[in-house]
Structure formats: structure tokens, C-alpha cells
Nanobody
Framework: QVQLVESGGGLVQAGGSLRLSCAAS????????MSWFRRAPGKEREFVAS????????DYAQSAEGRFIIFRDNSKITVYLQMNSLKPEDTAVYYC?????????WGQGTQVTVSS
């Protein structure tokens, strides 16, 4: 089994920053892409950002481009999401996902609330 544990969520004022972390443990041999998704109240889960196995390629949702940075530490099998210039519309539960041999594992989520 694979376990993903997110941390770093919380309450922040608009314009502030947060860094989310997601650490993987268990049967994590051959991990590949790691990603962040989010689900805002009353909305579907949506893609935020992903990073390739080596960390050399990153992809972002348009809403995250230029404000969020995703990066990973393969020695710790941990992915991070640095979120800057936060907006109230960024309020959501943020989930990390890890692709291992075509199967997507999910964390339990961490709440991010941005006050105006």
C-alpha cells in the first residue's frame, strides 16, 4: 500500500502565501508524476499542478500559472506546492496524487482557506 500525507494547509489572508507538502510512504517503488488537485465547496475536483518524475517538467492550471510553484524531493518522495498571491477563490481542500505504474494514489486532503 501507499500512503500520502498532506500538510501545510490553513487560514491565510488574500495576498498571502502557503506551502503545502505531501509525503509518500509505503510501497513507493518507481513513483512517477506527482500532482496537486483541489475541490472547492460545491465544485468538482480540479487539477492544479503536476511535476514529472525527475522534476524537470511542470504543468499548471491556468488559475495557478504564475502564482503557484510545484516541486518535488525524490529523496523523500515528497511533493510541494508553494502558493503565492492567494485569492479567496483558491479556498478549497487540496489533494496530492502520486502515479505509480499507472495507478493514482490520493492523500486525504488539506484545507486551505483564503480570507478577503
Amino acid at each position: 500500500q501507499v500512503q500520502l500525507v498532506e500538510s501545510g494547509g490553513g487560514l491565510v489572508q488574500a495576498g498571502g502565501s502557503l506551502r503545502l507538502s505531501c509525503a509518500a510512504s509505503g510501497r513507493t517503488a518507481s513513483p512517477s508524476a506527482m500532482s496537486w488537485f483541489r475541490r472547492a465547496p460545491g465544485k468538482e475536483r480540479e487539477f492544479v499542478a503536476s511535476v514529472s518524475t525527475s522534476g524537470g517538467r511542470t504543468d499548471y492550471a491556468q488559475s495557478a500559472e504564475g502564482r503557484f510553484i510545484i516541486f518535488r524531493d525524490n529523496s523523500k518522495i515528497t511533493v510541494y506546492l508553494q502558493m503565492n498571491s492567494l485569492k479567496p477563490e483558491d479556498t478549497a481542500v487540496y489533494y496530492c496524487a502520486l502515479n505509480i505504474q499507472g495507478y493514482l494514489y490520493w492523500g486525504q486532503g488539506t484545507q486551505v482557506t483564503v480570507s478577503s
